[in-house]
């Protein structure tokens, strides 16, 4: 289990809600994607053929943070739905497992931080070599969510950016 310094473990995450707060969600887009011919053949029961999702989250799991929590029940939960989901993001830290929960992680080279983001310079190149139907990204964290828009237009992708709080001061 995670363990937040001073808190009870975490234990089991909570099943993310379906329905966005804001416009159209992960879930809307999946569903588009799907309709459109996306996915990858896998017979998945009531959800038909599941869709290829790439979350780029700055971190990810044992990283305990905002967007890696949030990243990270989205990823889980995609997975038991039947998705075939892959977690692209820093090695922070370093060393931290390549599966988290049943979900594969890739963890990429950093050497600094804008904004308390990871500056990954391999990012590129690996949304471009997987192989994905959507790539989920957050803002506001600079580098992760623009690189991941741009390779998603590149290669004719969907996109999600899900925005989570203003950079105020």
């Known amino acids: 289990d995670l363990v937040p310094s ?10 993310p809600p379906l ?14 994607a799907h309709a459109q011919g996306a996915g990858h053949g896998a017979t998945l029961g009531p959800y038909g053929d599941g869709v290829r999702i790439a979350h780029t989250p700055p971190r990810y799991a044992p990283h305990i943070g905002g967007v ?7 990823a889980e939960h995609a997975v038991r739905r039947g998705h075939e989901v892959v977690v692209l993001c820093a090695d922070e830290p370093r060393g931290a497992p390549t599966s988290v929960n049943g979900v594969p992680v890739r963890r990429l080279a950093w050497h600094r931080k804008l ?10 190149r690996a949304l471009w070599r997987e192989e994905w139907d ?16 741009l390779v998603a237009r590149l290669k004719r992708r969907r996109a ?6 203003p950079i105020v001061g």
Not at 134 to 149: F, G, I, K, R
Not at 160 to 165: C, E, K, L
């Open 160 to 165: 999600v950016v899900h925005f989570h709080n």
């Open 134 to 149: 959507v790539v989920h990204t957050h803002l506001p964290t600079p580098w992760t969510a623009d690189v991941s828009v």
């Open 68 to 74: 890696e929590v949030v990243d990270q029940v989205l």
């Open 19 to 32: 329905v966005p707060a804001h416009g159209p969600g992960i879930e809307a887009v999946v569903g588009d």
């Open 6 to 15: 001073g808190r009870e473990p975490l234990g089991e995450l909570p099943q």
């Open 115 to 124: 904004a308390n983001t990871n500056l990954t310079p391999g990012l590129p």
